[in-house]
């Protein structure tokens, strides 16, 4: 994984400057981008952090560049820095999927704290992956049978019913259901189910 960085896209290199200093003063790393086509030259979607972007630059705007990045299936929280008259298309950039946006003259710190809720809005996704991904890999170690016997046990059916729904031992069901446990890093059938639950990070 790739370390999280808020990444300033602004053609003004007083701006780029400012922020990158202010952000450190937050403990807040950074990468500075001179332009919007630079940014998404050197764009990946494994990066971790948030973008923050200016609406107005001179060749490519913010909200061409945010458009690309949709295209592109980028996960970062985006930040629109705006001037006044950019309000009404920050909005609709929000309506886009835009984290949040800030009307120029912007209180420092209020930056920052956007920022830093965007970069721990990332760092949530981020482990909701790794643990859907490890979950996944848990699942592809079991065998058919020891998935009927997950998904039976995940119904709640005690070992004496499983094993008359599936014609085999109740023994036979003790040591599947004791491989399920084993092979999913849990302890019981409630962790199992909270383990597998929908929408769990």
């Known amino acids: 994984m790739s370390t999280p960085l808020a990444h300033i896209v602004d053609d003004?290199?007083?701006?780029?400057?400012?922020?990158?200093?202010?952000?450190?003063?937050?403990n807040v790393a950074t990468q500075a981008w001179a332009s919007a086509e630079e940014f998404l030259a050197a764009w990946q979607p494994g990066w971790c952090g948030c973008i923050v972007l200016d609406i107005r630059m001179r060749e490519m705007s913010g909200l061409e560049c945010f458009d690309v990045l949709l295209e592109?299936?980028?996960?970062?929280?985006?930040?629109?820095?705006?001037?006044?008259?950019d309000v009404p298309m920050a909005v609709?950039?929000?309506?886009?999927g835009a984290f949040d946006f800030l009307e120029k003259p912007f209180e420092d710190n209020a930056l920052v704290d956007v920022v830093i809720r965007a970069l721990e809005t990332d760092a949530r996704r981020q482990a909701s992956q790794e643990t859907q991904a490890t979950v996944a890999s848990r699942l592809?170690?079991?065998?058919?049978?020891?998935?009927?016997?997950m998904q039976l046990v995940l119904a709640g059916k005690f070992n004496k019913v499983i094993a008359d729904e599936l014609n085999i031992s109740m023994r036979t069901v003790e040591v599947h259901r004791s491989r399920v446990f084993e092979k999913m890093g849990v302890r019981s059938a409630v962790e199992l189910a909270q383990l597998l639950a929908p929408g769990r990070e």
């Open 12 to 26: 003004d290199e007083a701006i780029r400057d400012a922020l990158t200093w202010l952000f450190r003063t937050r």
């Open 72 to 85: 592109q299936g980028n996960t970062l929280p985006v930040i629109f820095l705006t001037g006044h008259g």
């Open 92 to 96: 609709s950039s929000l309506k886009k």
């Open 140 to 149: 592809a170690q079991l065998t058919p049978r020891e998935q009927e016997v």
